[in-house]
């Protein structure tokens, strides 16, 4: 169960990584808001505040690249590379599409640190489909 998941030490590392990141996240976030769009820094100190919160979320690869090599279960690996290509093809595959309808039709811009957001969503999808395809996301040993 998700329990046992939870002593392997790649997954401690995992979820110790993961929670790290978005600490740092939600503070350089907050820390962004406060700052410049409410205190007004401006200048280099701005420019790195600014990319802190995009570091951060893009760590998240990173700490699911290294689950990915840590773990291991040769199996429980294949499904956790699965997830990462469902995630992949329906992030990519929306942005293509939706690029396309910003270039020819008259509808909203989406700002682009929503792509990463649905590729994290899609790890979801990507675990329902081994769910439904190989019977299993991942939770029993």
Same mark, same amino acid.
């Given at each position: 169960?998700?329990?046992?998941?939870?002593?392997?030490? %790649?997954?401690? +590392?995992? #979820?110790?990584?993961?929670? =790290?990141?978005?600490?740092?996240? *939600?503070?350089?976030?907050?820390? &962004?808001?406060?700052?410049?769009?409410?205190?007004?820094?401006?200048?280099?100190?701005?420019?790195?505040?600014?990319?802190?919160?995009?570091?951060?979320?893009?760590?998240?690869?990173?700490?699911?690249?290294?689950?990915?090599?840590?773990?291991?279960? %040769?199996?429980? +690996?294949? #499904?956790?590379?699965?997830? =990462?290509?469902?995630?992949?093809? *329906?992030?990519?595959?929306?942005? &293509?599409?939706?690029?396309?309808?910003?270039?020819?039709?008259?509808?909203?811009?989406?700002?682009?640190?929503?792509?990463?957001?649905?590729?994290?969503?899609?790890?979801?999808?990507?675990?329902?489909?081994?769910?439904?395809?190989?019977?299993?996301?991942?939770?029993? +040993?």
């Amino acid at each position: 169960m998700i329990g046992d998941l939870k002593k392997k030490p %790649e997954v401690r +590392r995992y #979820l110790l990584r993961i929670v =790290v990141a978005m600490v740092i996240y *939600l503070g350089s976030l907050y820390g &962004a808001e406060v700052l410049i769009e409410d205190g007004g820094l401006s200048g280099w100190p701005a420019y790195v505040l600014t990319a802190l919160p995009g570091v951060a979320f893009a760590s998240v690869f990173w700490i699911f690249a290294r689950l990915i090599i840590e773990e291991r279960d %040769e199996f429980l +690996r294949l #499904l956790y590379v699965r997830q =990462v290509m469902v995630a992949t093809g *329906l992030t990519l595959t929306a942005a &293509a599409i939706w690029g396309f309808f910003e270039t020819y039709l008259p509808v909203p811009h989406i700002a682009a640190f929503w792509w990463p957001t649905l590729w994290f969503f899609g790890i979801g999808v990507g675990a329902i489909y081994n769910k439904i395809t190989m019977g299993t996301a991942g939770e029993c +040993r």
